[in-house]
């Protein structure tokens, strides 16, 4: 399998998979190899955080598969916490999906927050 954007496997079946980020690509590994690598890199997670007024919007690389029915590994996740579109969520498969997922997200609570933002002016200046 080629390295890039494409995930390695190293044989694993079965659910839970684990991975590390090596680079900004997932690589599968065993339980101890995860969980060894997870506490010293957990910075290494965060592939976005961006706040305004009222929310904020984060994207993270899970570590593990999120996909129970698929064969494509799920490993990243963008959630909006607060505003409009609070509770909101997205998953990914590669690092590159997640930074243009996030930056997506970003965009859509802002202008769901400056529509709001909007109604409420309207309906005080009257």
């Given amino acids: 399998m080629q390295i890039g954007q494409r995930l390695i496997f190293l044989g694993m079946t079965g659910w839970p998979k684990y991975y590390v980020l090596v680079g900004r690509l ?3 590994v065993d339980l101890m190899t995860w969980a060894n690598w997870w ?3 957990r910075d290494k997670c965060q ?3 961006d706040e305004f007024p009222g929310c904020m919007i984060s994207t993270v690389f899970l570590g593990l598969d999120h996909n129970f029915m698929g064969t494509e590994p799920i490993l990243f996740e963008t959630m ?3 505003g409009p579109l609070d509770g909101e969520q997205w998953r990914y498969s590669t690092y ?3 930074e243009r997922g996030h930056k997506e997200a970003v965009a859509q609570a802002k202008i769901a927050a400056a529509k709001i933002k909007s109604i409420a002016d309207k ?4």
Avoid: K, L, M, R
Wanted: aromatic share 6%.
């Fill in 47 to 49: 592939i976005g955080c």
């Fill in 96 to 98: 590159s999906q997640a």
């Fill in 123 to 126: 309906a005080g200046a009257t």
């Fill in 80 to 82: 909006i916490f607060g």
């Fill in 39 to 41: 506490g010293p890199n």
């Fill in 26 to 28: 997932p690589v599968a």
